[in-house]
């Protein structure tokens, strides 16, 4: 067997044969995720790699064929620098087809727990995205238990009842005495930083389950952050918001991210509306406001994505009234350090350098 070697990467400095053997090893793993969606391209995934926020810390490994330089694996720990959340941090482990069960998942795990311990994180969470089943087994093995249960969710536009639609948009303009319907494109405008961080506050109302995380407050900064790095990919961002026009409150907003190098899938990210106004119809404007300017602006559009866990009843129900069926397994995978450590010890002799 060839000699197979594991480097640390430095994701926002890496060389071109890294960004390109880490672009192509990453569009394996979306092929077996999402087989019928396109690849990403170079140029995004250096873009992405390169505009990590600053309060991210990705520690980054790869694994070689030593002779050949073909990247087989890949290892990640993410730290996220919070005042939230201080005992977590993500971890991810993909390897390719043919190189499984070889004790690669192991060597690279090792690499993770180290990291995650002199950070002093207890927990360590992974999005298992598509259920694959060498990677359920590999997650149960090393003490992983399902924290949250969700589905990407998925509606053909060919099949949106545009009836409801519009009936949901002629109910949405009898609250327009009451409320103001309004549009971000792009960044979110400078003046009113202090109300989106409102709006934010409504993603800690979705659906925790069972996993041992806290609400998150990302600050002015962080948030911009994020907004850079969606960008210099090539995202186009819509928000559509609710004032009250009596206190001039937010009420609610929703938002969705589309890629010209993707035409046909857009992405419905958060949905909020805030407890005292709810049960006015007013989800389900914000809902058609947006698909309204979807069908008439982006023709290119043939499928609305979604995240959702299967828990979150109400927003389910708007969704499922438009369409949106399941489409890939999301789970969310909580594991204790102390697990994963234990698992370690009795495999030492698998990847000890």
């Given at each position: 067997?060839?000699?197979?070697?594991?480097?640390?990467?430095?994701?926002?400095s890496?060389?071109?044969?890294?960004?390109?053997?880490?672009?192509?090893?990453?569009?394996?793993?979306?092929?077996?995720?999402?087989?019928?969606d396109?690849?990403?391209?170079?140029?995004?995934?250096?873009?992405?790699l390169?505009?990590?926020?600053?309060?991210?810390?990705?520690?980054t490994?790869?694994?070689?064929y030593?002779?050949?330089?073909?990247?087989?694996?890949?290892?990640?720990?993410d730290?996220?620098?919070?005042?939230?959340?201080?005992?977590?941090?993500k971890?991810?482990?993909?390897?390719?087809?043919?190189?499984?069960?070889?004790?690669?998942?192991?060597?690279?795990?090792?690499?993770?727990?180290?990291?995650?311990?002199?950070e002093?994180?207890r927990?360590?969470?992974?999005?298992?995205?598509?259920?694959?089943?060498?990677?359920?087994?590999?997650?149960y093995?090393?003490?992983g238990e399902?924290?949250?249960?969700?589905?990407?969710?998925?509606?053909?536009?060919?099949?949106?009842?545009?009836?409801l639609?519009?009936?949901?948009l002629?109910?949405?303009?009898?609250?327009?005495?009451?409320?103001?319907?309004?549009?971000?494109?792009?960044?979110?405008?400078?003046?009113?930083?202090?109300?989106?961080?409102?709006?934010?506050?409504?993603?800690?109302?979705?659906?925790?389950?069972?996993?041992?995380?806290?609400?998150m407050?990302?600050?002015?900064?962080?948030?911009?952050?994020?907004?850079?790095?969606?960008?210099?990919?090539?995202?186009?961002?819509?928000?559509?918001?609710?004032?009250?026009?009596?206190?001039?409150?937010?009420?609610?907003?929703?938002?969705?991210?589309?890629?010209?190098?993707?035409?046909?899938?857009?992405?419905?990210?958060m949905?909020?509306?805030?407890?005292?106004?709810?049960?006015?119809?007013l989800?389900?404007?914000?809902?058609?406001a947006?698909?309204d300017?979807?069908?008439?602006?982006?023709?290119?559009?043939?499928?609305?994505?979604?995240?959702?866990?299967?828990s979150?009843?109400?927003?389910?129900k708007i969704?499922?009234e438009?369409?949106?069926?399941?489409?890939?397994?999301?789970?969310?995978w909580?594991?204790?350090?102390?697990?994963?450590?234990?698992?370690?010890?009795?495999?030492?002799?698998?990847y000890?350098?």
């Amino acid at each position: 067997m060839e000699e197979i070697l594991i480097q640390e990467i430095n994701l926002r400095s890496a060389s071109e044969h890294e960004y390109l053997a880490l672009n192509r090893i990453n569009n394996a793993n979306r092929a077996e995720i999402l087989p019928d969606d396109p690849p990403i391209s170079l140029e995004e995934s250096k873009k992405s790699l390169q505009n990590i926020p600053d309060f991210e810390d990705a520690f980054t490994w790869a694994a070689w064929y030593v002779n050949h330089q073909e990247m087989i694996a890949t290892g990640n720990i993410d730290i996220a620098r919070t005042e939230e959340n201080q005992h977590i941090a993500k971890m991810g482990i993909y390897v390719r087809q043919p190189y499984r069960r070889q004790g690669i998942g192991t060597r690279l795990l090792a690499r993770i727990s180290e990291v995650a311990r002199a950070e002093n994180r207890r927990l360590l969470i992974i999005e298992a995205i598509g259920n694959l089943s060498s990677g359920e087994s590999f997650l149960y093995k090393i003490g992983g238990e399902k924290g949250l249960v969700g589905h990407l969710n998925q509606m053909r536009l060919d099949d949106l009842d545009h009836h409801l639609v519009e009936t949901w948009l002629e109910r949405g303009c009898l609250n327009e005495d009451n409320f103001f319907l309004g549009l971000w494109e792009g960044l979110y405008p400078e003046n009113q930083m202090d109300a989106i961080l409102e709006l934010r506050e409504l993603e800690n109302q979705a659906p925790i389950e069972n996993l041992d995380v806290e609400e998150m407050h990302l600050t002015r900064e962080q948030v911009r952050q994020v907004e850079n790095q969606l960008f210099a990919r090539g995202f186009q961002r819509w928000t559509y918001y609710l004032i009250e026009k009596s206190t001039g409150k937010m009420a609610g907003f929703t938002e969705t991210v589309w890629n010209p190098s993707r035409p046909e899938i857009l992405y419905q990210d958060m949905t909020g509306v805030f407890p005292e106004y709810r049960n006015k119809g007013l989800g389900r404007w914000l809902k058609a406001a947006m698909i309204d300017k979807v069908l008439r602006e982006r023709p290119e559009v043939k499928f609305i994505r979604t995240e959702n866990a299967d828990s979150n009843a109400a927003m389910l129900k708007i969704n499922h009234e438009l369409g949106f069926k399941p489409y890939i397994s999301n789970p969310i995978w909580q594991i204790p350090l102390e697990k994963v450590e234990a698992y370690l010890a009795e495999r030492k002799e698998l990847y000890a350098d």
